[in-house]
Nanobody
Framework: QVQLVESGGGLVQAGGSLRLSCAAS????????MGWFRQAPGKEREFVAG????????SYTDSVKGRFTISKDNAKNTVYLQMTSLKPEDTAVYYC???????????????????WGQGTQVTVSS
């Protein structure tokens, strides 16, 4: 089993920045990719960004490219999501997830991920 704990959410004004953290514990060696997803009220959970533990390969959804950066610290088993130039439409609960299947590309579908954190709320005011 893998446990994921997110932190760093909060309330920020439009144009501001936040950094989310996801600390992984347990059988982390069994996972290949870490992803960030988000879910706004009344909407489906969507992929935001992902990163490979080993290669560092990253992937982003188009709406956050140039504004969000995903990174990792293998020694700390922690993944980060640096969010800048935040917009009200970025408001959502942000979830960290882990994929234990080896893939050439970072998966973007929720069903591809095996472990999930409890989520952290990000609210961007206009």
């Amino acid at each position: 089993q893998v446990q994921l704990v997110e932190s760093g959410g909060g309330l920020v004004q439009a144009g501001g920045s936040l950094r989310l953290s996801c600390a992984a514990s347990g059988r982390t060696f069994s996972t290949y990719v870490m992803g960030w997803f988000r879910q706004a009220p009344g909407k489906e959970r969507e992929f935001v960004a992902g990163i490979s533990w080993s290669s560092g390969r990253t992937s982003y959804t188009d709406s956050v490219k140039g504004r969000f950066t995903i990174s990792k610290d293998n020694a700390k088993n922690t993944v980060y999501l640096q969010m800048t130039s935040l917009k009200p439409e970025d408001t959502a609960v942000y979830y960290c997830a882990a994929d234990r299947t080896y893939r050439i590309l970072v998966a973007t579908m929720t069903g591809s991920y095996d472990y999930w954190g409890q989520g952290t709320q990000v609210t961007v005011s206009s």
